[in-house]
């Protein structure tokens, strides 16, 4: 595995209670096998909700698939079970959205990565890792079946997958 969150910041998963968007787009048609998160604040209860969704209009849309990882201990934390299968098309864009599965103030965080290499996108500011997301319309513990844009944020990648 590349290591390219040694150094960055982490994320508070507090700062998910309203589900994050972030734009990619795929680099190999696939399926996605595996989808691997630095833990750098553990939590017990906690999970980091995420999901693959589709592209319309350039604004993320209807969930493909989903996963889970637990907060519970430090550390990359891989999860390799899925809701569906979740198969991706080079040269399409997808976008990963990130969520938790507790609206409280929580002290789980997750490492961002440095860089937006192997997503496809174009970063947005200075320090290259950066790119223009969304953020969803209201709080939930859950993701979304409709991903609804409501406002534009900042966001760095927070995770690695791999496709077979």
Known sequence: MMSVDAGASSRSLSDYNTPGAFPLIAQETGT?????MNIVGAESGIEVLFGFYTSVNGLPNTL????????????????TS??????????????????????????????RLTTTYGFGVVTTNSDEADVSG???SG???SLPATFTPTSTRFFRPLAYYTVS
């Open 134 to 136: 969304y953020t969803h």
């Open 82 to 111: 899925f809701s569906t299968s979740i198969s991706l098309t080079a040269g399409e864009t997808y976008w990963i959205v990130y969520g938790n599965n507790n609206n409280s103030t929580s002290s789980a965080s997750v490492r």
């Open 139 to 141: 709080e939930t513990t």
């Open 32 to 36: 996605v096998d595996s989808f691997t």
């Open 64 to 79: 493909i698939g989903s996963g889970s990882i637990s907060t519970a201990s430090t550390g990359y934390i891989t999860q």
